[in-house]
């Protein structure tokens, strides 16, 4: 059964680092299309970033350039780094995963497979 679990939330000030890992367990099956969603207090779900099978990635325009999400086949996890970290990153951060050949937003959004949330706060 695919279950995701998300780890490396916190808190941090502004400008600072954290760095997010999401371990997916029957790896193999949802490997195709991965990927990560934050969604803070009255507000909808948005993407973050996501990464398909052939290392393509696709970033939120606010986070490009400062989160790098990546893979690993040999630990069967999806990290996401963020730095130079802004009040406007607060949100509950979550882990998805698809078997899709057409890795797109979209598509991941629609996944039945979704990690439970960790929660990352920065301050000032």
């Known amino acids: 059964q695919v279950q995701l679990a998300e780890s490396g939330g916190g808190s941090v000030q502004t400008g600072g680092s954290l760095r997010l890992s999401c371990k997916v367990f029957?790896?193999?099956?949802?490997?195709?299309?991965m990927g990560w969603f934050r969604q803070a207090p009255g507000e909808e779900r948005e993407p973050v970033a996501i990464i398909g099978s052939d290392g393509t990635t696709t970033y939120a325009d606010s986070v490009k350039g400062r989160f790098t999400v990546s893979q690993d086949d040999a630990k069967n996890t999806l990290d996401l780094e963020m730095n130079n970290l802004k009040a406007d990153d607060t949100a509950t951060y979550y882990c998805?995963?698809?078997?899709?050949?057409?890795?797109?937003?979209?598509?991941?959004?629609?996944?039945?497979?979704w990690g439970q949330g960790t929660q990352v706060t920065v301050s000032s």
């Open positions: 998805a995963a698809r078997s899709t050949i057409t890795c797109t937003v979209t598509t991941l959004a629609g996944t039945r497979h």
């Open positions: 029957e790896y193999s099956r949802v490997r195709f299309c």
